[in-house]
């Protein structure tokens, strides 16, 4: 019956949290109604309905008429369809057959070359379950070679990977002059008679069980596999009476409509469900005092477990903790922390020292911060400072190609840059002899390099921490490192700040040789608040703490994610069953 999807779902199987089909379970939810539709189990048979066997009588008739008549090749006959090859029962009232037995397969049109008819390339043909697609407007003769030929009531099928297993099918209709011409990359099935409605041969020409099947027999190369027209013309067709077809069809139409406002509906509450979250999370970062900060995560913290229910959502949330560390708003200040102007002149005389012993050159003066330079207002004991001011900058050297190695010293190089790692794959080095004139650019412990080329990819930015395990290391061209003057900065404080929207929002790349690229003398020009050095230990502390939290919630949502499809597949998989035992 029409109920069947829903009952077969079973409680929680497929579902959010929330009670809410997820989207793969909506996907199978639609699956579903189509391979009940191909099985006869989602409408009810009637038994005056004229059998299908009557319809098999009356095609063959109209099939030898048209032989007669000259308008169609006599066939070779398809063999009968045996027990082995039947994928399920039939409901009483349907027949076995074969699609090439009861419609023509890739016919030909016939037509004036001057004569306007449709064409329809791949692009136009979708995957919509009512079969619809878009045409343009060609002359024939233009087209009437070197493509597939269909008119309105045939049925086409997408062959190619990826197109076939995209569900891309239409029947075709409201044609000009009711034929036309399109992609060859289809196959058409063209009814004999009225006997036939093209649309339910659509739904299973759609359905999971026609689609698994025609993967498996696809031949060809990768990327250019194709379903054989043996296998769209002699794979076993349910054929149901035709007045049951149009009532299959239209009960399809009506639970695929249920569908698309249940999909709406999520839509509507995900997009509601983004902009409360952004909200909320917003005040965190915005809170003027300590009172209304607390007020705020109040307020989320009664509805976290609704808020945060997506990995996007944790992800949202890890990088309002990142902003909130940054701008001091994260642990509270201790009045007696050295201040973080005692740091800045600290930096300011060990910076001159090492210009003196010729460790550095001097720079040229960066410009003063001004008050449109500080995106927000500092906690006590914080300073605002350049980044050119407080860190030490090397942009890598090219090493020739022709000096790498396949041992030595290592080179540290774009790709062996991830989001807060080294990789040390497809590694190149350089003989130990010749990294000896290069000492400048020996990486140590506790420097930060960063990617100039591509700084900001779909992970994340690309910058990693150097440890005891990357040494030794020598730093390759457009890669840069920036160490802290002093060591008044803690590497992982600085991270916090790379990572957060304060610097990834700040970034303005140029290109170089058609490559998103940014400098060290733009980062060198950002500003950067300083906390003093004891509240950096507490940040860093708290911080990590924190992700670890969310790196947990996003593996558990993870593993419900997956857990949510093993259940939607299982649901479809003992919702056909159960309607195949309850015919036994």
């Not at 398809?78 to 023509?104: C, H, M, N």
């Not at 791949?122 to 003769?141: A, D, I, K, N």
């Not at 930060?448 to 080329?453: A, F, G, P, R, Y």
């Not at 939290?549 to 479809?572: F, P, Y």
């Amino acid at each position: 019956t029409a109920q069947s999807p829903k009952a077969a779902g079973g409680r929680g199987r497929g579902r959010k949290a929330n009670g809410t089909l997820s989207p793969y379970g909506m996907k199978k939810l639609r699956e579903l109604i189509l391979e009940l539709a191909v099985r006869g189990k989602l409408v009810p048979q009637d038994s005056i309905d004229e059998p299908a066997s009557v319809l098999l009588e009356k095609i063959a008739e109209e099939k030898a008429r048209l032989i007669k008549e000259g308008k169609i090749k006599k066939q070779k006959r398809l063999p009968e369809i045996s027990d082995e090859e039947k994928p399920f029962e039939l409901p009483v009232g349907w027949e076995w057959t074969r699609l090439g037995t009861i419609a023509l397969i890739n016919p030909r049109n016939a037509a004036e070359d001057n004569s306007m008819v449709s064409f329809v390339p791949m692009p136009l043909v979708t995957t919509s379950h009512t079969g619809e697609h878009g045409q343009e407007e060609r002359e024939w003769g233009r087209i009437k070679k070197g493509y597939t030929h269909f008119a309105n009531g045939d049925i086409g099928l997408a062959k190619i990977t990826p197109c076939f297993e995209n569900s891309k099918a239409v029947v075709f209709f409201g044609l000009k002059n009711g034929i036309g011409a399109g992609t060859t990359e289809l196959h058409v099935a063209r009814p004999f008679g009225t006997t036939l409605f093209s649309r339910f041969v659509l739904l299973y020409l759609k359905s999971p069980q026609f689609l698994h099947l025609g993967q498996s027999k696809m031949t060809g190369t990768a990327g250019q596999k194709r379903v054989p027209k043996s296998f769209f013309a002699e794979n076993p067709f349910p054929l149901p009476p035709i007045i049951e077809q149009h009532r299959i069809v239209a009960n399809v139409d009506e639970l695929m409509a249920l569908c698309d406002r249940l999909e709406q509906q999520q839509t509507n509450s995900n997009t509601t469900h983004q902009a409360l979250l952004e909200t909320l999370l917003a005040t965190l970062t915005t809170a003027a005092d300590h009172d209304e900060f607390a007020g705020a995560w109040q307020r989320i913290q009664g509805h976290f477990h609704t808020l945060f229910t997506t990995e996007q959502s944790i992800d949202q949330l890890k990088q309002t903790i990142l902003q909130l560390a940054v701008m001091g708003k994260l642990v509270p200040q201790d009045p007696e922390d050295e201040p973080a102007s005692i740091l800045l002149e600290k930096i300011a005389k060990e910076k001159a020292r090492l210009i003196k012993v010729g460790k550095i050159k001097k720079q040229k003066k960066l410009q003063e911060i001004s008050e449109e330079d500080k995106p927000f207002d500092l906690p006590r004991g914080w300073e605002w400072a350049k980044i050119g001011d407080i860190y030490h900058f090397l942009n890598g050297y090219a090493f020739k190609s022709e000096w790498f190695k396949s041992a030595g010293i290592k080179l540290l190089r774009n790709i062996n840059i991830l989001h807060g790692d080294t990789r040390w794959v497809d590694v190149a080095y350089v003989a130990e002899s010749k990294a000896r004139g290069f000492e400048t650019y020996a990486l140590n412990k506790g420097d930060i390099v960063l990617s100039l080329d591509r700084p900001i990819i779909n992970t994340g930015l690309k910058y990693a921490v150097i440890s005891e395990q990357d040494l030794p290391c020598l730093l390759l061209q457009r890669v840069a490192k920036f160490h802290s003057i002093g060591d008044y900065i803690l590497p992982r404080f600085l991270t916090t700040w790379l990572e957060s929207v304060f610097f990834i929002l700040k970034i303005d790349p140029g290109r170089s040789n058609g490559v998103p690229h940014i400098s060290t003398k733009q980062i060198g020009n950002m500003v950067f608040a300083l906390p003093p050095l004891a509240e950096q230990h507490r940040i860093v502390a708290k911080v990590d703490g924190l992700m670890a939290l969310c790196n947990t919630l996003k593996t558990r949502i993870s593993e419900a994610q997956t857990t949510q499809i093993h259940l939607a597949d299982t649901m479809v998989e003992q919702a056909v069953s159960r309607e195949a035992d309850r015919d036994d």
